[in-house]
């Protein structure tokens, strides 16, 4: 039999809460959340623009040193070659001490340049395994510099 106190049916209760009727709240978090997708979309973008300016950037860099570096290896060539020559004259007697170590302090200010040029395409070869984002490392080398971040 049952018991006197316990009603037959218990009524049903509704557990909800005030802001989930609220339709105008709803749509304003709504409109909250498209805005910060955008936002992270927009900077996304930005990003990937960035990375790509910073790319080609670096490689005409590297394009632009590399015919300096021709060019200078040109001059350092013809230099060696003066420099040759002016020795082979002085040896002869036809040329003086003077003339000589003009043409030998032609030739290693134009082999410095070449060193300096060398340098400057090498800083550049960097510039585009940084703005690749590291890519052509080897697998145990690309973890070591995440490591090491």
Do not use: H, W
């Not at 230099?79 to 002016?86: D, G, I, Q, T, V």
């Not at 134009?110 to 940084?130: H, L, P, S």
């Amino acid at each position: 039999m049952r018991n006197r106190r316990q009603p037959i049916a218990t009524p049903l209760r509704l557990n909800a809460s005030p802001t989930a009727l609220d339709f105008g709240s709803v749509k304003a978090r709504l409109r909250a959340s498209k805005a910060q997708s955008d936002e992270a979309a927009v900077n996304y973008e930005k990003a990937v623009l960035t990375a790509l300016e910073d790319t080609e950037n670096s490689f005409v860099a590297y394009s632009k040193r590399q015919a300096q570096l021709k060019s200078l290896s040109e001059q350092a060539e013809a230099s060696r070659r003066a420099a040759e020559l002016a020795q082979i004259q002085y040896r002869e007697g036809v040329a003086d001490f003077l003339t000589l170590l003009d043409a030998q302090r032609t030739q290693l200010e134009a082999e410095d340049g070449v060193a300096q040029a060398q340098t400057a395409v090498n800083v550049d070869v960097v510039a585009i395994y940084k703005a690749l984002g590291g890519v052509g490392q080897p697998e145990g080398k690309a973890e070591q510099v995440a490591t090491s971040r």
